[in-house]
């Protein structure tokens, strides 16, 4: 359950601005991990605004629409297959999130970054294990990043449209080991996620 009372605690004469930060796209086997940094306006409630994996899609379309007009910044971010394959996905994940919280048009003085790992930002961080469901600006951060990546992973079915991307969105599904197995990897595909092919 979120607690909008969550950051409050955190508040110091040096710490005013706080965001949340959440990526999505860590396990599919395809396309870039996206990372969001969102402030949202202190006392703000945002109806329905909960963990981004526990709504739907059209919940979270709406809420997308939301977020982003009463945020008072938000940034979206990712990291390529390209820097996926060199540097892993862990470190690419923390690179996506390091971009959007630098890009904020409003600096933070802090971040809550959903998960348990914090490395390579550019200020003071606090991991916090489900913060997508505890702290309102975590939750709306996974929802921006889960959105985009979504997003993304239509336009990668109308290109590819064999794989079934705007399905699986790139997990590793029945149907998409399948069409992995039948087409072999597209370009959007990460290499490292597809050693299991060699063993076929």
Known sequence: MLNYDYE????????KIICGVDEAGRGPLMGPVVAAACILP?????????DSKKLSEKKREKLYDVITEKALAYCVASASVEE?????ILNAAMLAMKRAIEGLSIKADF?????NCSRGFCIPTKTVVGGDAKVPS??????LAKVTRDRLCYDYDKEYPEYGFGKHKGYGTKVHMEALRKYGPSPVHRPSFLKFLNND
């Open 8 to 15: 409050k605690d955190f508040l110091t004469d040096e710490i």
């Open 84 to 88: 996926i394959e060199e540097v892993n």
């Open 111 to 115: 971040a809550l970054i959903d998960g």
């Open 42 to 50: 202190p006392d703000t409630v945002i109806d329905g605004l909960d």
């Open 138 to 143: 975590i939750a709306a951060a996974s929802i």
